[in-house]
C-alpha cells in the first residue's frame, strides 16, 4: 500500500508542478504585456508633451511674428509720414526745365481747399551722403543683421 500511495503522492506532486509551471509562464506573459503596455504609454506621454511644447512654441513664434509684422507697418508708416503734419494740404512738384541748374531745385506747389491762392514752394533735393555716412549705415545694417541671427 505503501508503494502504490507513494506513486499517487508523486503523481500528485508532478501535477502540481506542472501547474505551477504553466501559472509561471502565464504571469511571466502577462508581466511582458504590461511591461510593453507602459513602455506605449510612456511613448504616448511622450508625443503630447512634445505636441503641446511644440504647440506653445508655435503660439510663441506666431506672436513674435505678429508683433515684428505690426512694428514693420509702424516703420514703414513712420517713414512715409511728412515731417510737418499739415491737415488737408497736398503738395505737387512741378516738372524741372531744362534751364534750371543742379543749384536750383524743381518747383512744388502746394494747394489747400479753403484757399484758392496757389503758393509756391522750392525744395532742395536732398544732399548725397557722404562716403562715411554711407561707410556708417552699412557697418549698423550688417550689425542690425547680426543680432538678427543670434536670436534663432
Known sequence: MTELSTSRELEELQNRKAG??????????????????????????????????????????????????GLERRLREVSQEPEVHEPEKTLTLATETPQQTQETAPVATETTPEDSEEEVITVAAPEEPTIAEQETFTESKSRHDKKKRKFF
Open 20 to 69: 505551477l509551471q504553466e501559472e509561471s509562464h502565464s504571469l511571466n506573459d502577462q508581466q511582458k504585456n504590461l511591461d510593453e503596455r507602459v513602455k506605449v504609454l510612456e511613448e504616448k506621454i511622450a508625443i503630447e508633451e512634445l505636441k503641446n511644447n511644440n504647440k506653445t512654441t508655435r503660439e510663441a513664434i506666431s506672436q513674435l511674428e505678429s508683433k515684428i509684422d
